[in-house]
């Protein structure tokens, strides 16, 4: 039997493995620096001009969605579709529907309809 129990060796395999995490990150670190500023500099060039278009995107999306919801259809584009979902009937109350089921069969008043909704996808 080894004079090194299995908790033992299993410590000094995770203990090569962190070090060798650990060269990693500073190897990476050591590459990206010369580029860092520069990456830095475009992720902050993306966030503006998103930041920028956002309102005219939610614009857009609020006009595509009205649309199609006033005439209850999908309405595809050349890139994107903003599909119509009917509306789907939903339990409001669904224990006091089974109270209440026992002894009436009106059942129909515990449902109540959803609002239609939209959906816009990319067309793959």
């Known amino acids: 039997m080894s004079d090194i129990s299995p908790i033992e060796a299993y410590e000094e395999v995770m203990a090569a493995e962190a070090l060798l995490r650990a060269n990693y990150l500073t190897k990476m670190q050591e590459i990206l620096a010369p580029v860092k500023e520069q990456i830095d500099a475009a992720e902050q060039e993306l966030a503006d001009g ?3 278009l956002a309102p005219a995107k939610k614009t857009a999306e609020d006009a595509i969605r009205k649309a199609v919801l006033s005439v209850g259809e999908s309405v595809k584009g ?3 579709r903003c599909e119509y979902v ?3 009937l939903k339990l409001k109350d669904p224990v006091g529907l ?3 089921a026992k002894e009436h069969p009106e059942v129909l008043k515990y ?3 959803s ?3 939209t959906r816009i996808v990319a067309i793959r």
């Open 111 to 113: 449902f109540g309809e």
């Open 86 to 88: 009917k509306s789907t």
């Open 98 to 100: 089974l109270v209440f």
């Open 50 to 52: 998103l930041e920028e």
């Open 115 to 117: 609002l239609p909704t």
């Open 78 to 80: 050349e890139v994107y």
